[in-house]
Protein backbone atom coordinates (compact mmCIF):
# COMPACT_ATOMS: atom_id res chain seq x y z
CA UNK A 1 0.00 0.00 0.00
CA UNK A 2 1.00 3.59 -0.33
CA UNK A 3 1.82 4.42 3.21
CA UNK A 4 3.63 1.12 3.71
CA UNK A 5 5.65 0.22 0.44
CA UNK A 6 7.69 -2.07 2.24
CA UNK A 7 5.12 -4.73 3.83
CA UNK A 8 5.74 -8.23 3.33
CA UNK A 9 10.01 -7.86 2.91
CA UNK A 10 12.47 -8.96 4.69
CA UNK A 11 15.59 -5.90 4.55
CA UNK A 12 18.69 -6.71 6.16
CA UNK A 13 21.30 -4.48 7.07
CA UNK A 14 24.78 -4.19 8.13
CA UNK A 15 26.25 -1.45 10.16
CA UNK A 16 28.76 -0.16 11.91
CA UNK A 17 32.45 -1.04 12.50
CA UNK A 18 33.78 -4.05 13.34
CA UNK A 19 36.57 -4.93 15.88
CA UNK A 20 39.49 -6.75 14.86
CA UNK A 21 41.20 -8.15 17.78
CA UNK A 22 44.81 -7.75 18.27
CA UNK A 23 45.14 -9.63 21.56
CA UNK A 24 42.47 -10.08 24.62
CA UNK A 25 42.94 -6.11 25.34
CA UNK A 26 43.60 -4.70 21.85
CA UNK A 27 41.75 -4.12 18.38
CA UNK A 28 41.92 -2.61 15.18
CA UNK A 29 38.50 -0.65 14.14
CA UNK A 30 37.91 2.34 12.54
CA UNK A 31 35.70 5.66 13.20
CA UNK A 32 32.27 4.21 11.43
CA UNK A 33 29.32 5.55 13.70
CA UNK A 34 26.52 3.03 12.42
CA UNK A 35 24.42 5.82 12.10
CA UNK A 36 23.39 5.94 8.20
CA UNK A 37 23.02 2.05 8.63
CA UNK A 38 20.75 2.49 12.08
CA UNK A 39 18.91 5.51 10.08
CA UNK A 40 18.27 2.88 7.09
CA UNK A 41 16.88 0.29 9.60
CA UNK A 42 14.19 3.08 11.04
CA UNK A 43 13.56 4.17 7.58
CA UNK A 44 12.42 0.58 6.57
CA UNK A 45 10.66 -0.12 9.52
CA UNK A 46 8.65 2.82 9.27
CA UNK A 47 8.16 1.58 5.50
CA UNK A 48 6.28 -1.35 6.73
CA UNK A 49 9.44 -3.80 6.12
CA UNK A 50 10.45 -6.61 8.23
CA UNK A 51 14.42 -5.68 9.33
CA UNK A 52 16.91 -7.12 10.87
CA UNK A 53 20.31 -5.43 11.47
CA UNK A 54 23.82 -6.86 12.17
CA UNK A 55 25.38 -3.94 13.86
CA UNK A 56 29.24 -4.47 14.79
CA UNK A 57 29.73 -1.89 17.69
CA UNK A 58 28.12 0.97 18.30
CA UNK A 59 26.74 3.03 20.60
CA UNK A 60 23.03 3.62 19.19
CA UNK A 61 19.70 2.79 20.47
CA UNK A 62 18.14 -0.26 18.39
CA UNK A 63 15.63 1.25 16.27
CA UNK A 64 11.83 0.43 17.37
CA UNK A 65 10.58 -2.20 15.06
CA UNK A 66 14.09 -3.64 13.69
CA UNK A 67 15.91 -6.96 15.18
CA UNK A 68 19.09 -6.26 15.85
CA UNK A 69 21.87 -8.63 15.87
CA UNK A 70 25.12 -7.89 17.46
CA UNK A 71 28.22 -8.92 15.79
CA UNK A 72 31.85 -7.78 16.67
CA UNK A 73 34.24 -9.44 13.82
CA UNK A 74 34.57 -9.20 9.89
CA UNK A 75 33.70 -13.08 10.24
CA UNK A 76 30.53 -12.74 12.60
CA UNK A 77 28.86 -9.84 10.34
CA UNK A 78 29.81 -13.00 7.44
CA UNK A 79 28.37 -15.48 9.08
CA UNK A 80 25.36 -13.70 9.69
CA UNK A 81 25.14 -11.54 6.68
CA UNK A 82 24.84 -14.97 4.43
CA UNK A 83 22.56 -16.91 6.85
CA UNK A 84 20.08 -13.92 6.73
CA UNK A 85 20.52 -12.66 2.70
CA UNK A 86 18.98 -16.21 1.99
CA UNK A 87 15.84 -15.31 2.86
CA UNK A 88 15.46 -11.26 2.42
CA UNK A 89 14.53 -9.37 -0.79
CA UNK A 90 17.08 -6.76 -0.13
CA UNK A 91 20.51 -6.59 1.30
CA UNK A 92 22.06 -3.43 2.28
CA UNK A 93 25.47 -3.20 3.25
CA UNK A 94 26.56 -0.05 5.38
CA UNK A 95 29.26 -1.52 7.52
CA UNK A 96 32.63 -0.50 7.59
CA UNK A 97 34.17 -3.55 7.54
CA UNK A 98 37.75 -4.10 8.45
CA UNK A 99 40.01 -4.96 5.05
CA UNK A 100 42.48 -7.01 7.12
CA UNK A 101 42.37 -8.58 10.58
CA UNK A 102 45.24 -10.14 13.16
CA UNK A 103 45.98 -13.30 11.41
CA UNK A 104 46.63 -14.73 14.69
CA UNK A 105 45.53 -12.95 17.59
CA UNK A 106 47.94 -13.72 20.40
CA UNK A 107 46.34 -15.32 23.04
CA UNK A 108 48.04 -13.58 26.19
CA UNK A 109 48.63 -9.42 26.00
CA UNK A 110 51.26 -8.61 23.89
CA UNK A 111 53.96 -7.09 26.15
CA UNK A 112 56.41 -4.25 25.09
CA UNK A 113 60.06 -5.98 24.51
CA UNK A 114 63.33 -4.39 26.21
CA UNK A 115 65.31 -3.25 23.20
CA UNK A 116 62.86 -3.69 20.37
CA UNK A 117 61.54 -0.63 18.58
CA UNK A 118 59.85 -2.52 15.91
CA UNK A 119 56.62 -4.50 16.09
CA UNK A 120 55.66 -6.54 13.43
CA UNK A 121 51.40 -7.52 13.03
CA UNK A 122 50.66 -9.91 10.26
CA UNK A 123 47.28 -9.70 8.75
CA UNK A 124 44.96 -11.60 6.46
CA UNK A 125 42.30 -10.43 4.31
CA UNK A 126 38.63 -10.38 5.67
CA UNK A 127 36.09 -11.82 3.21
CA UNK A 128 34.34 -9.11 1.69
CA UNK A 129 30.53 -9.51 2.55
CA UNK A 130 28.95 -7.67 0.20
CA UNK A 131 30.61 -9.30 -2.68
CA UNK A 132 29.89 -12.63 -1.31
CA UNK A 133 26.18 -12.27 -1.02
CA UNK A 134 25.64 -10.53 -4.52
CA UNK A 135 27.72 -14.26 -5.83
CA UNK A 136 25.26 -16.15 -4.14
CA UNK A 137 22.05 -14.22 -5.46
CA UNK A 138 23.43 -15.31 -8.95
CA UNK A 139 23.10 -18.85 -8.46
CA UNK A 140 19.66 -18.56 -7.22
CA UNK A 141 16.45 -16.60 -8.25
CA UNK A 142 18.58 -13.18 -8.72
CA UNK A 143 16.96 -11.92 -4.99
CA UNK A 144 18.10 -10.12 -2.73
CA UNK A 145 18.54 -6.78 -4.39
CA UNK A 146 21.97 -5.93 -3.32
CA UNK A 147 22.81 -2.08 -2.35
CA UNK A 148 25.96 -1.07 -1.14
CA UNK A 149 28.02 2.29 0.24
CA UNK A 150 31.09 3.38 -1.14
CA UNK A 151 32.90 6.41 1.17
CA UNK A 152 35.53 8.24 -0.43
CA UNK A 153 37.66 10.83 -0.47
CA UNK A 154 38.47 11.77 -4.34
CA UNK A 155 37.34 10.21 -7.61
CA UNK A 156 33.64 9.46 -5.85
CA UNK A 157 31.80 8.52 -9.20
CA UNK A 158 34.89 6.48 -10.77
CA UNK A 159 35.86 4.34 -8.02
CA UNK A 160 32.18 4.02 -6.78
CA UNK A 161 31.65 2.63 -10.79
CA UNK A 162 34.30 0.49 -10.05
CA UNK A 163 33.36 -1.16 -6.85
CA UNK A 164 29.64 -1.89 -8.04
CA UNK A 165 31.23 -3.74 -10.87
CA UNK A 166 33.78 -5.44 -9.09
CA UNK A 167 31.41 -6.77 -6.18
CA UNK A 168 28.26 -6.99 -8.08
CA UNK A 169 26.07 -4.99 -6.30
CA UNK A 170 22.89 -3.78 -7.86
CA UNK A 171 23.15 0.23 -6.85
CA UNK A 172 25.56 1.67 -5.03
CA UNK A 173 25.23 4.81 -2.47
CA UNK A 174 28.26 6.67 -3.36
CA UNK A 175 29.44 9.40 -0.01
CA UNK A 176 32.31 12.21 -0.22
CA UNK A 177 33.69 11.37 3.02
CA UNK A 178 36.27 14.60 2.56
CA UNK A 179 33.53 17.14 2.41
CA UNK A 180 32.88 19.07 5.94
CA UNK A 181 29.85 18.24 7.86
CA UNK A 182 28.95 15.13 6.00
CA UNK A 183 29.57 11.22 6.46
CA UNK A 184 31.50 9.61 9.18
CA UNK A 185 29.84 10.63 12.43
CA UNK A 186 27.88 13.27 11.22
CA UNK A 187 24.12 13.90 11.41
CA UNK A 188 23.87 14.81 7.54
CA UNK A 189 25.03 13.02 4.40
CA UNK A 190 25.04 13.57 0.52
CA UNK A 191 24.86 11.14 -1.89
CA UNK A 192 25.59 9.78 -5.42
CA UNK A 193 23.19 6.66 -6.10
CA UNK A 194 24.11 4.68 -9.13
CA UNK A 195 23.16 1.16 -10.69
CA UNK A 196 24.56 -1.99 -12.40
CA UNK A 197 21.99 -2.09 -15.30
CA UNK A 198 21.41 1.13 -16.36
CA UNK A 199 19.21 4.13 -16.07
CA UNK A 200 21.36 7.35 -15.89
CA UNK A 201 25.12 6.88 -16.65
CA UNK A 202 26.44 8.98 -14.07
CA UNK A 203 23.89 8.60 -11.50
CA UNK A 204 21.11 10.09 -10.03
CA UNK A 205 22.34 12.64 -7.20
CA UNK A 206 20.48 13.79 -3.86
CA UNK A 207 21.37 16.93 -1.69
CA UNK A 208 22.90 17.25 2.00
CA UNK A 209 20.18 16.18 3.96
CA UNK A 210 19.78 14.91 7.67
CA UNK A 211 20.72 11.07 7.28
CA UNK A 212 17.07 10.18 8.33
CA UNK A 213 15.60 11.86 5.46
CA UNK A 214 18.52 11.00 3.26
CA UNK A 215 18.08 7.14 4.40
CA UNK A 216 14.12 7.10 3.79
CA UNK A 217 14.78 8.44 0.00
CA UNK A 218 17.79 5.71 -0.79
CA UNK A 219 15.27 3.23 0.22
CA UNK A 220 12.33 4.60 -1.94
CA UNK A 221 15.11 4.31 -5.09
CA UNK A 222 16.08 0.63 -3.60
CA UNK A 223 12.85 -0.63 -3.22
CA UNK A 224 11.22 0.93 -6.97
CA UNK A 225 13.98 -1.79 -8.70
CA UNK A 226 12.84 -4.57 -6.39
CA UNK A 227 9.41 -5.28 -8.35
CA UNK A 228 10.38 -5.15 -12.08
CA UNK A 229 14.23 -6.70 -11.86
CA UNK A 230 14.56 -9.10 -14.16
CA UNK A 231 14.75 -12.85 -12.31
CA UNK A 232 17.27 -15.28 -14.19
O1 LIG B 1 35.57 -1.77 -0.73
P1 LIG B 1 34.82 -0.91 0.22
O2 LIG B 1 35.05 -1.29 1.65
O3 LIG B 1 34.97 0.56 0.01
O4 LIG B 1 33.30 -1.23 -0.17
C1 LIG B 1 32.28 -0.73 0.57
C2 LIG B 1 31.08 -1.62 0.45
O5 LIG B 1 31.44 -3.00 0.57
C3 LIG B 1 30.12 -1.35 1.57
O6 LIG B 1 28.82 -1.67 1.13
C4 LIG B 1 30.62 -2.32 2.64
O7 LIG B 1 29.63 -2.59 3.61
C5 LIG B 1 30.98 -3.53 1.82
N1 LIG B 1 32.06 -4.38 2.35
C6 LIG B 1 31.77 -5.65 2.82
N2 LIG B 1 32.78 -6.46 3.26
C7 LIG B 1 34.05 -6.04 3.25
C8 LIG B 1 34.37 -4.75 2.78
C9 LIG B 1 33.34 -3.94 2.35
O8 LIG B 1 30.60 -6.05 2.82
N3 LIG B 1 35.02 -6.84 3.68
Known amino acids: SADAPARGLHVVITAGPTREPLDPVRYLSNHSSGKMGFALATAAAELGAKVTLISGPVSLPTPEGATRIDVETALEMHEASRRLAE ?3 LFIGCAAVADYRAEAPAEH ?3 KT ?6 TLRLVKNPDIIADIAAERDTRNGRPFVVGFAAETRDLEAYARDKLERKRLDMIVANDVS ?4 GFGSDDNAALLMWRDGDGEGGESLPPQPKAQLAR ?3 ERALGCLPTRPVH
Open 109 to 111: KIK
Open 87 to 89: ACD
Open 217 to 219: AIL
Open 114 to 119: EGEDDL
Open 179 to 182: AAGL
